[in-house]
């Protein structure tokens, strides 16, 4: 099987043709054209789940799985897992991006290139991918070999920049796609993979001279963060006064207590919803930095 075409604006399509998304997306989906018709001119927002229908101009696509008809058959290929480690300048010093693999599928026994990057053959073990109906979210294991001190090494970098950081925020990124994809195959397709999961490193669990192991989270479960990150307070404003989310402006003063005042130097905002009215006026839009309904509900 050939590489899957991208999508075409104003082209003819056929019930059961098979594209892409033209643009770059990490959905792991392809589109079936189930109504003939003719695109639009510009690309469509593609949905990001399987079955899901989008109707572009007098065409209508449904999502399917990239590699479903390939896992689905007697003897599949062979499925290559891949990971990405991405460094954040503000905390490690560096935007670098470190590409290996576990080389334990298909025989591998050198690197591997996909979508025209290179991928290093390391020991990898990678464990608690898996989404239960629990309602908590997985908390993988990334457990990297350390023989050679090339995990120390970048941990000691990493480290000199934002002490005992340890890779804490850094960002990985599962790819799975089948080997018959990767570059190098004649059905080489960088666009067939499973939907790409992107984790975050929330600790470093262990290191010995053999191994470094990552406790890694997604986006929701990092530790210390609040949802939302905002404090809900009814009464008082947040706002940094006459700064661009307060917005005022005027030549109107007052001070704390409300009272009108002559001079900018005694102007000062009292933070409540009487002191943005008047500024702003009793019936004027208020940029109240604050959540004044929120005691009335229990």
Not at 13 to 40: E, P
Not at 58 to 69: K, P
Not at 200 to 221: G, H, Q
Request: proline share 4%; net charge neutral.
């Amino acid at each position: 099987m050939a590489a899957v075409a991208a999508w075409a604006a104003s082209t003819a399509f056929s019930v059961g043709d098979i594209r892409r998304a033209a643009a770059s997306q990490a959905s792991g989906l392809w589109f079936r054209c189930t109504t003939a018709g003719t695109s639009a001119s510009s690309e469509p927002s593609w949905p990001t789940d399987i079955g899901s229908t989008i109707t572009d101009n007098t065409v209508v696509w449904t999502a399917i799985s990239s590699v479903y008809e390939d896992v689905s058959v007697l003897a599949p290929s062979a499925i290559i897992e891949l990971f990405e480690l991405h460094l954040n300048a503000t905390f490690h010093g560096s935007s670098d991006v470190y590409r290996f693999h576990a080389g334990s599928n298909a025989d591998v026994t050198g690197n591997i290139v996909f979508d025209g990057n290179a991928y290093t053959r390391l020991p990898v073990q990678a464990d608690g991918f898996e989404m239960r109906s629990g309602g908590t979210l997985p908390q993988p294991t990334l457990t990297i070999a350390n023989l050679s001190g090339t995990m120390t090494t970048l941990l000691a970098l990493v480290n000199a920049t934002t002490l005992g950081n340890d890779l804490t925020g850094a960002t990985v990124k599962r790819i799975r796609t089948l080997k018959r994809y990767l570059d190098g195959e004649s059905t080489a397709d960088p666009n067939a993979r499973f939907p790409t999961e992107i984790w975050r490193i929330n600790r470093k669990a262990t290191e010995t001279r053999d191994v470094v192991t990552f406790e890694l989270a997604s986006e929701f479960d990092l530790m210390g963060q609040k949802l939302p990150k905002r404090q809900i307070v009814a009464n008082t404003c947040q706002w940094i006064y006459r700064s661009s989310e307060c917005s005022y402006t005027g030549s109107n003063f007052f001070d704390v207590n409300g009272n009108s005042v002559s001079a900018l130097a005694q102007d000062v905002c009292g933070k409540r919803l009487a002191s943005c009215k008047l500024r702003f006026g009793e019936n004027g839009v208020l940029p109240f930095g604050s959540f004044p309904g929120a005691g009335l509900t229990k």
